[in-house]
C-alpha cells in the first residue's frame, strides 16, 4: 500500500521504520502525532510482523495525510523486521521508533537543527511521559530514565556510560547502514549496533532535546519480564562486545544482592533495612518533583525497585547461565515487534 502523497514527492530526507506486532491503537496514536510535525521532510515505513490483529485500516486512513507504505510479512521479529524496512526506505537517513511513541511537533524540526550543526552520522535521543499517560505507564517512565535507577544511560547529558542510541527513538544515515549493516537478530540488538557504529568510526551523537513520548509497559508484570530480558541481554552484548561491560550495568546485581543481605541482616537488627528506607524516600521524593504527583511518586518506589531487581535477577542469571543463555532468554522474551 503507497500512500497518495507519495507520488508527488522527491526522496525524503527521513525514513521512519516502525515494526509492528498487534498494535493498531497504539499506531494511530503514533501516524496522528506524525500529521502535527512542523517539519514534513520524511516518509513512514511500517512493517507488519506477522500480526494477528493488523493496522491496515489505520494506515489507510493515514494515507492521504503522510508519505506513507505499509508492508506485512511472516513474524521474524523486530530486528529483521527493521532490516526488512531499511532494505525499503529510501530516506537519507533510517529513523527507528517504537510503535507505542508518540512524536512531539517539533521533533524532526529539532533533529536537523542539530544535524546542520553536528554532522551526526547516528543519533538518539531520550524519552518522557506524555501527560495523557496513565500513573502506571509515568511511574515505569520515571524508573526507567532517573539517574537513581539507570545511571542515567537512557538519553541523561551526565550518563554513567557512553551513551548508546535505542530504537524507540533513533537515527543513522545511509552510510552507515551501508557500511555497518542491520540489526542482528539478537537481544540488545540496538546497543550491539551503536557499538559497531562508533568502533566503524563514525559519529554518535545523543540530541537531549529531540525526545519522544514513549508508553512503555502498562502493568507489573510485563514490566519485570522486560527489565529482566535487558539485564540478561547485558550478559550477551559483554561476550560480544567485551569493552562494553561498565560499572553501571553490575549495579543493579549488586542491589540484589546487598538487599537480600540487608532483609536478612533485618532478622536480627531492624535497623539494617535503614539503608533501603533512605533509598525508598530518595525515590519517592525526586519522582515527587518530576512528575509533581504523589500518587505517581508511591508508584515510582515500586517500579524502581522492579526495575533493579529485574534487571538484576536477569544479569546475574545469564552470567551463571551463559552457555544457555540465548535459549534462556527466548523462553522469556518472544519474538514480537
Known sequence: MVGMASLAKEMSTYSIIIPVYNRPAEVRELLESLTHQTCTDFEVVIIEDGSTVCCDDVVKAYETLLDIRYFSKPNSGRSLTRNYGMERASGKYLVFFDSDCIIPPDYFQKVTDCLDKTKADCYGGPDKAHQSFTLMQKAINYSMT??????????????????????FNMGFSQDVYRKVGGFKDMYGEDIDLSIRIREAGFMVTLFPDAFVYHKRRVNLRSFYKQVYVFGMA???????????????????????????????SSLLCLWALLPLGVYMLALFTESLCVNKRLPIALLSIVTGFIQLIGYGNGFISAFIRQADMEESLKKHYKKKA
Open 146 to 167: 532517573s539517574f537513581l535507577t539507570t545511571g542515567g544511560i537512557r538519553g541523561s547529558r551526565k550518563g554513567l556510560e557512553t551513551f548508546t542510541p535505542r530504537t
Open 234 to 264: 547485558r550478559v550477551l552484548l559483554y561476550r560480544l562486545h567485551p569493552g562494553s561491560l561498565k560499572l553501571v550495568h553490575l549495579l543493579p546485581a549488586l542491589f540484589v544482592a546487598g538487599t537480600a543481605v540487608l532483609l536478612l
